[in-house]
């Protein structure tokens, strides 16, 4: 079953949009060097009710063992490491089984 890993980030005020959009470029990248992501889509956020996240990013796997294996690569700890954490106040991610039909078994 497919699933949707969603990010989504809250960069720290001395951050530039620029820095930022550089920090996604990075995320964006990964779907090159990861053959597990199937998809990645970038955002930045327009809503007034976003509590103070600004960017964020959805990416689509195969199934649950796609995302462990994506989890664990070294080019995403990296990405993590390296860029996204040094650049942000906060983090809030949100994983789920994507269901195949318009109402999900609950």
Do not use: C, W
């Not at 995302?67 to 650049?87: C, F, G, M, Q, W």
């Amino acid at each position: 079953m497919t699933v949707a890993h969603i990010i989504l980030l809250k960069f720290k005020p001395s951050v530039s949009e620029e820095q930022a959009q550089d920090v996604l470029k990075k995320v964006a990248d990964l779907k090159n060097k990861l053959t597990v992501v199937e998809s990645v889509h970038l955002g930045v956020n327009f809503s007034a009710r976003s509590k103070g996240f600004t960017h964020g990013f959805t990416m689509l796997f195969k199934d649950r063992a796609a995302l462990e294996t994506y989890d664990k690569s070294s080019e995403h700890v990296d990405a993590v490491t390296n860029h996204i954490r040094p650049n942000i106040e906060d983090i809030l991610a949100f994983d789920y089984d994507v269901e195949e039909y318009s109402i999900p078994r609950l």
